[in-house]
């Protein structure tokens, strides 16, 4: 062990102590000052040779704890709440650390009325997530890819709802003649334009937000029925349930 990480040790275990002989009664501010030299001092310490890095993620959390505690204290000093502080400090853990840290932050905060800054704070969660999600990335997390994908940012929502349509429009065009015998529906549009391309989207685009309209999917045989239940369910599930959630936390 080098006479540097002895010396950094030396002062982590004595601001711990420091901090272990506070009492509960303690201003959180104190409390804040010695959480936050400590998670200073681990950090500067070499992480291959100090064993206390591995406490990092508790002195942030505390960190976190004593932040909001002492806003909470000082009304009036509401504005003084640091979130870049944090979340300066959250990024010294491991990635599955900062998205703990980042619920807990969240947790907090509401529970604390801090509401103006859960908003962001959520946007930071999906872009920590959509990190993890990526490093693993498979067939059977995908659809948490695509909801951590959209709530990162409104640009990205976007995407993903623009997206959504074009394959549903794509999926509704009608077979060349050719392929009609094999068709499982056909398509009932009302006229709003006389170009094709044009009346076609425009019809999706009504049904696809449930706008009421003369646009009608008719089934063709069995395999037709079940092709116009799946498509209604698809679109009720990701589009009522997840779109619309998504707006809700990016808006």
Aim: net charge positive; glycine share 2%.
């Amino acid at each position: 062990m080098s006479r540097t990480t002895v010396f950094f040790e030396k002062k982590i275990i004595s601001e711990i102590n420091k901090f272990n002989s506070l009492s509960q009664f303690s201003s959180p501010d104190i409390k804040l000052g010695i959480c936050n030299n400590i998670i200073e001092l681990i950090n500067l310490a070499s992480p291959q040779e100090n064993l206390l890095k591995k406490s990092l993620y508790k002195w942030v959390r505390y960190f976190i704890k004593y932040s909001i505690e002492s806003n909470e204290e000082m009304d009036t000093n509401y504005h003084l709440f640091n979130k870049e502080q944090i979340m300066l400090r959250i990024e010294y853990c491991e990635l599955r650390e900062q998205i703990s840290l980042i619920k807990f932050t969240l947790r907090e905060l509401i529970k604390s009325g801090f509401d103006e800054e859960v908003d962001d704070l959520r946007k930071s969660l999906s872009r920590k997530m959509l990190r993890e999600i990526k490093s693993k990335l498979s067939i059977r997390n995908f659809p948490k890819f695509l909801y951590y994908y959209s709530t990162s940012s409104k640009k990205n929502a976007i995407f993903i709802m623009a997206s959504i349509f074009i394959g549903y429009s794509v999926l509704l065009l009608p077979l060349p003649n050719y392929f009609e015998p094999f068709a499982a529906f056909k398509i009932r549009y009302e006229g709003y334009s006389e170009n094709f391309l044009i009346n076609h989207i425009s019809n999706c685009l009504l049904s696809f937000f449930q706008v009421e309209s003369g646009f009608e999917i008719i089934p063709i045989g069995w395999n037709g029925v079940l092709f116009v239940i799946l498509i209604k369910t698809v679109i009720f599930l990701f589009f009522y349930e997840f779109i619309v959630e998504i707006i809700k936390k990016i808006s």
